[in-house]
Structures are given as C-alpha cells and as structure tokens.
C-alpha cells in the first residue's frame, strides 16, 4: 500500500493516496442563524429558511442582516461565525438553525462536499443528505459552477455543542472506490470462506449514470468477480461484492485487492484488510438483505465448545450508536447457545422500528437456518435503544421469545422524549390524532397484554441518568397487573454501563435458561393484540388478518377447549380473524364461535388458515383477495419502502420539476444509505418498466404529468395528483403550492407497493424536500396532502390525511381535512 503525502496548498491540504491526489479545502467562516426549524419524529414539520425558498423570498445573508421576526417580535439575524481549532462551527445559532457557507470557484469542476454534524443542506439549491451522528462518511458527489457557490447547512439539536463541520475534496479521479464505510465480514476459519460477501461506497462524480461496471476481488490468489448495478449522476452508492477467502489458513489480517473495473478496463483500485478468526471467536458475518439488496452483517458469540443439537439461540439488539460486534463482545460465549447481534441497519439506524425492526427479524432467521437452535429456545434481550428494541419485538411478536430481557431500556419513544417534533402526545387536534395513530404500532403500552407469551427479566442501574430507572420501575408495575412469569432486578448504584454485565448479567441467562417458548398445542387461551397485521397477525394458532379502522389497535381473546373441540373467540376492531393451523390437529373437526356467532360447527384445518369475516354478521369466508388490505401488505406511506425499493424520478415535466424529480430522488437515495447503510436503484421513468422491475417496492417522485410511469402504476389511485390540482376521492383541491406522500398497492404485485412524492406544481415539489419519513417510529398514514404553508405554520397547513378503506378507496371514516 503506497503511503499518503500530505501538502498544504491554497488554504487547502493537498493528499497523494492510494496513487492519486486529492485537495482538501475546509470552511473556515459562514454565517449563522437560528433557531428557525423544528423536526422531529412525525409528519409535521416547520422550517422556515425552507419556507423562504419555496415561496422565492430568501434574500442573500449577509453579517447583521435580518433574516426573520418571530413570533414574539424578536429579530432573528445572520451572525458571522468561524471554526474553531478543531474546524468545526459552533454557536448558539446553530441549535435548529442553519449555516451559510460560500465557495468561489475559479472554473467549472466537480469535487465532494464533505459535511458532518448536519442534518442535511442545500447545495446551490439542491437538497443534499446529511450526517447528523458525525459518523464522518457523508460525501456528496457535486458540480461547482464557476463563481460563487452557495451551501445552506441544517442543524440539529447538537449544532451548539457538537459542532459543524465542511470541507471540499478535490480529486483528479472522477469514479472512486471508498473505504472508511466498508462492510465486511470475518473469515472463520474452518468454515467455508468461498463466498463472502463485503459492501464498498462508489463515487460517480460524472454526469452520466454508471454501467457495466464490475469489481474484481483477489485474495491469496483467489478470484472473484462482482457485477456493479448502476450508479446514477453526480451520487455515491454502496455496492455488494464477493469474496473467495478459501485460501486462508491462518488467523490474522487478510489483504484482499479491490479493482473497479469498466467495459473490462482498471478504474480505480484499493486494498482492504479482512480479519481471520478462530471458529470459537467472536466475528461478524454478512448477508443480503431483502428490504433492498443490499450487503449488511450482525456479530456473532459462537457456542462455547461448538454448536450443539439442542442449543439455544440468543438475539441481543444493541443501544444507539454500537456497533453489532461490539455488542456481540460483551457477552462471553454460552456453553448452551450461540448469541447472535443485528444491526438495525446502523448503529443508531431505526431505534429497532421500521427497517431496524425488519433487519432484527432478518437476522433471526439467518442464524436459525445457521446454528439451527431448538425452536422453543429463542431468546431476545437488549441495552439502552436495545432496551427498547426489546420492549418494542417483545411485545409486537409474541410467541417468538422464550424469554424477554430487557437491560436499561426505555419502553416507548414518545414516553422517552425521542418524539420531540410538533405534535404533543395528548393532542385533540382531529389532524394531530390521525398522524399519530400511524404510529400505533411504537406504543408498546398499548400492546402490553403480548407480553404474557414470554418470560420478561427486567435490568437496570438504580442510578442511571441516561435512561431513569422509572421507566423499568413503570414497567414492573404494568406487569404486575397482568403477567406471572416476570423477574426484575435493579442493580445498586448502577449507572447505564457499568461494565459487560450490565448485558451479559449470570442471572439473567439463569432466567432463560429455564424458559421455553409454548408451542401452538400447548397454548388453549391466547390473547393477542396489534396495530397493524402487515407487522404483526399471529399470536400460535389464532390471528388478525383484516382491521375494521386500520392501525387502531386490534385484539383477540380466544379460548381453546381441547376435550369438546371448540374455539370461541371475541375480537375488537377485526375486520377478518384466522384460525391457524395447530389450534387442532390436521382433519380433526371442531366448533368455532366468534363474538357468540357460530361460524363453522365442523371445521377442518390442514395447512393453511381458516378465515372468518365480519359482515352482517361473522361468518366463513376465502382467505381474503390480495387485492385488498390485509397482513400481507396494509398500507402506510413507509411501508412501500421495502421489497428492493427502486426509485423512479420523472422527466416528462418541465426542467425544474425534472431537476426536482432527480434531485429529490438523489437525496432520499443519500438519507437511505446513511440512515439504512442503504442502497437503492436510482432510475428515471424512461428506464422503468412494470416487467423489469418486478414484485419490487416502487418510490415514484412526480405526478401524473411530470412522471411517465405514473400511468402504468397509478391509474386506479383514488388520488391523482397532476400539475395545478390534486383530486382526493371526489374532491380536488387547486393550486401549484400542493404536496403530498401516499401509497398504494402495484397493481402488479401481490405484495409490493407504490409510495408517492408528489407536488401539484414546483413550490408543492419542493415543499416535499424535507421530510422524516426515514426516522425510526415516525408515523405517516396512508396519504398526507399538504400545502408549503406546512413549513411556516405546522398542522394548519394540512389539507387532509388518512388511511384508506379495505378496497384501498377514501373513506369519511378515516380521513381527516383541515379545521
């Protein structure tokens, strides 16, 4: 590996790397102000430096100018600011504010804006994707024009301590290969190593998408080729690529050459280490994920003394900002069972909701196929955002856990304050109580009757500030009402982390030790409860398929009667309730009786669910057509963000609802790799057909008359959104300042949907820039129509919200219109 050089060159830090030279230019001054936007983890948000683009009155900052009045007369000004010693920018300003910077550059070039501590910017106007953990590995591949160059840098909560920082790198290589966000797994020795799979970062600081691309991998001689998918223009990507390790033999640190290659010619080149474990060491390993194909991993503490027949299987999700691995090494190795550590994607990634919820369940079924643990001998446990995780997987699976523990951890995250956004909690605002209702599923107060599936093993220090023991104390007192199978501890003079213990606690794995799950002949009576069954529909034999009022919450009580052959059931809001395979042994009839309505007096179960719906009154039904909401796909605008989600901008609009289109793609793509260790396809409506891209989640950013594929996918949708108008159900709404995100099932597919980034005209488009849609626990309902008045004056600026009916049309009943 060839040493770096370093220079300093025009104010700048000039790098000779891996052979090619780069230029390093920070920000050393910008001006500030602020507090002037409030987000948190819902629909609604204000930002009103955003509100002034999109209404075309933002004027140029400059030192003292007034840039607002607030609400209580006060001038907000720009204040000039400079980097400390450290180079970051901190000021009082920057709490919620935003930071102007400026670059003249003396031609057209292209380089990387390397910003952290941000939440996202605008680069000469365009949206571009933030890095708000400082994790330092936000590039973003940009064209500076000649003259002056403008970069609006929003702040969080942090901006006043933590600080900003902002650098330009300029490099004579416009495709690059990056390594400090690399995924890899380890090489295990004695396991075959012959298909390894790694993820790198690829910059495309070209104008031009992309292709027929590959990466060649060799290690000790061995071999493998990798095809790249496309990476679009001016945007970065993190792509898969495999490995053959099998050469290795020895612990240690294994080199492997990366080449990039295109059409079959040398691109860029660079080498990365592998680590090379014994088996009984803790490792990583990696897999491809199904929410959107790309490379992720989860750390592993293998079995002490190997895997056995009847070994259990331990799921120990991490707190914020931990890495799997590294909670994976505060457990010493179990002599009865193999530990297991996913990601949530990220170290802070999800909050274990949303796709950190998907990648726990991902990971879970990995190491089943791979350790093949006894099915009654799963156990789930967790510290801090883990604590939570195994609050919030506890409760919305039960029968999954023998045992549940969680360890410093806080039940909810509105209860916790990591909702801190426009809408209070006990809000009686009519639109307020629809956004939060899509967040049902986070509230696992709500769902607390799940726990009685498990064994629950409460930890934590009595003297913790990070998260207060009054959470686990409120959670000892919720189960006290109900549960008879709970153990709490609380650990003198604890603080959050006082040692491995604080996870890898004796008593607790005594706990498990002497728990096993129920399987379905063992469990007469089941109570189950959700708030959506497309998250969760089953609790053993018994299940919600269909809600009558979706994402309220549903519940099922159902006794079995083994000696006279017979299910009663009640049920609250159900629309379509399952008797699952395992209530009776396959060909024995029985009785079923739902809400004292005989439904079946010889029922016969074999391998697939019974169904029973409400209509005049219950009865045997079909399992219900695909077509219509139910656990396989029930709505909400982020749920489409799954099935290997592509991304499709439109090009038949004018040339800055285009440019739009393309940029707000790029952006989401950016939040999604940084927030998801993500990656997605990045194509235009040209690009897309139904049959190339098929049973995939589609993410479409355009209307009807700005984005081609609209019609092949949206022509059913009862909302048609087209330049000057958006028509709900019956009624339309006019103007060219109108936005909106909603869902709706592809036509084509049985399972994946269609979400929608829309504006009714270019102020509408841009409103939609800044969003939370990919913070863990937001909620946004089906469809969420609103005006840029929204960034300026929060809930008043939404037109309508609501979640649609079975057949997925408007309903009065679920929608709400502005006051």
Excluded at 312 to 320: I, K, N, P, R, T
Aim: proline residues 4%.
């Amino acid at each position: 590996m060839k040493k770096a050089l370093y220079l300093l060159i025009f104010g700048g830090l000039f790098i000779v790397h891996f052979g090619f030279a780069q230029t390093v230019v920070p920000f050393k001054e910008g001006l500030a102000v602020g507090p002037c936007h409030q987000y948190g983890r819902e629909a609604i948000y204000t930002d009103q430096l955003t509100y002034q683009l999109i209404r075309k009155t933002f004027q140029t900052p400059a030192e003292g100018k007034v840039f607002l009045t607030d609400a209580q007369g006060k001038e907000q000004k720009w204040q000039r600011i400079t980097s400390d010693t450290s180079q970051r920018f901190r000021h009082n300003a920057l709490t919620n504010g935003y930071l102007y910077l400026t670059y003249t550059s003396p031609k057209e070039t292209v380089a990387l804006l390397h910003v952290a501590g941000h939440a996202g910017l605008y680069f000469n106007g365009a949206p571009r994707g933030g890095d708000a953990n400082r994790y330092g590995y936000m590039y973003s591949p940009v064209k500076l024009k000649k003259g002056l160059n403008e970069v609006l840098v929003r702040v969080g909560m942090g901006g006043r301590f933590q600080g900003v920082s902002a650098e330009w790198i300029f490099s004579e290589k416009n495709i690059q290969l990056s390594t400090p966000d690399i995924t890899l797994p380890n090489v295990v020795l004695t396991e075959n190593n012959g298909q390894l799979l790694g993820g790198i970062v690829l910059f495309n600081l070209t104008e031009k998408p992309l292709t027929n691309l590959k990466i060649r991998a060799v290690i000790q001689g061995k071999e493998m080729i990798s095809e790249v998918p496309v990476v679009s223009a001016m945007n970065s990507r993190k792509v898969g690529f495999r490995m053959d390790a099998s050469a290795v033999q020895q612990k240690g640190d294994v080199v492997c050459e990366l080449t990039l290659l295109q059409n079959g010619k040398t691109v860029d080149q660079s080498t990365i280490k592998l680590q090379a474990v014994a088996a009984n060491e803790h490792y990583s390993n990696t897999f491809i994920s199904g929410i959107d194909g790309s490379v992720q991993y989860f750390g592993v503490a293998p079995q002490k003394g190997g895997q056995t027949d009847t070994a259990a299987l331990f799921l120990s999700v991490h707190g914020a900002g931990v890495e799997a691995i590294g909670q994976a090494r505060a457990y010493k190795p179990k002599d009865w069972g193999t530990l297991v550590a996913p990601t949530n994607r990220r170290p802070r990634g999800f909050n274990w909701e949303d796709w950190g919820r998907i990648d726990a369940l991902e990971v879970l079924e990995v190491a089943q196929k791979k350790f093949k643990p006894h099915p009654q001998k799963i156990y789930l446990t967790g510290h801090s955002m883990g604590g939570h995780g195994s609050w919030y997987l506890g409760a919305t699976y039960p029968g999954k856990w023998a045992g549940v523990a969680p360890c410093a951890g806080y039940p909810t995250l509105m209860g916790y304050g990591s909702a801190d956004g426009k809408i209070p909690e006990n809000s009686t605002n009519p639109m307020e109580k629809m956004l939060l209702r899509a967040s049902n599923p986070s509230n696992v107060m709500a769902l607390a009757s799940n726990y009685k599936a498990s064994g629950i093993y409460v930890l934590h220090g009595d003297a913790d500030r990070t998260v207060s023991v009054e959470y686990a104390r409120t959670m000892r007192k919720v189960l006290g009402a109900f549960h008879n199978d709970f153990s709490y501890y609380e650990y003198p003079n604890g603080s959050h982390w006082y040692g491995d213990h604080s996870v890898d606690w004796p008593a607790l794995f005594d706990f498990f030790k002497w728990h096993r799950s129920k399987n379905a002949e063992e469990k007469d009576i089941i109570d189950f409860t959700t708030a959506n069954p497309a998250i969760s529909a089953n609790y053993l034999w018994a299940g919600i398929e269909q809600q009558e009022t979706p994402l309220n919450y549903s519940r099922i009580q159902a006794k079995r009667n083994v000696n006279d052959k017979s299910v009663i059931i009640t049920t609250d809001n159900v629309r379509t309730v399952m008797i699952m395979p395992g209530a009776f042994a396959k060909g024995q009839a029985f009785k079923a009786t739902v809400d004292e309505t005989v439904v079946c007096a010889a029922c016969i179960l074999d391998e697939k669910p019974l169904y029973f719906t409400k209509k005049e009154k219950w009865e045997a039904v079909e399992k219900p057509a695909l077509a219509q909401r139910g656990s396989h796909r029930n709505g909400t605008f982020k749920a489409a963000f799954n099935h290997r989600m592509v991304f499709v901008y439109g090009t038949t609009g004018t040339k800055e609802e285009n440019e739009w289109a393309y940029n707000k793609a790029r952006y989401d793509a950016e939040t999604w790799y940084y927030r998801g260790n993500g990656a997605v396809d990045v194509i235009s409506d040209r690009e897309f057909t139904p049959t190339a891209y098929a049973d995939r989640g589609v993410v479409l950013f355009g209307n009807a008359t700005t984005n081609g594929a609209w019609s092949a996918l949206l022509s059913q949708s009862p909302i048609q959104i087209q330049r000057g108008s958006i028509k709900i159900g019956e009624e339309q709404i006019v103007g060219d300042d109108l936005a909106a995100y909603f869902t709706y099932p592809r036509p084509d597919s049985p399972v994946a949907s269609v979400a929608v980034v829309a504006g009714s005209g270019l102020a509408g488009m841009l409103a939609t820039e800044s969003n939370q849609y990919f913070t863990g626990g937001s909620g946004f309902p089906d469809y969420f129509i609103f005006g840029a008045d929204m960034l300026k004056e929060g809930t008043k600026g939404v037109k309508q919200a609501g979640f649609f009916d079975t057949n997925w049309q408007i309903t009065k009943v679920d929608a709400v219109k502005a006051q």
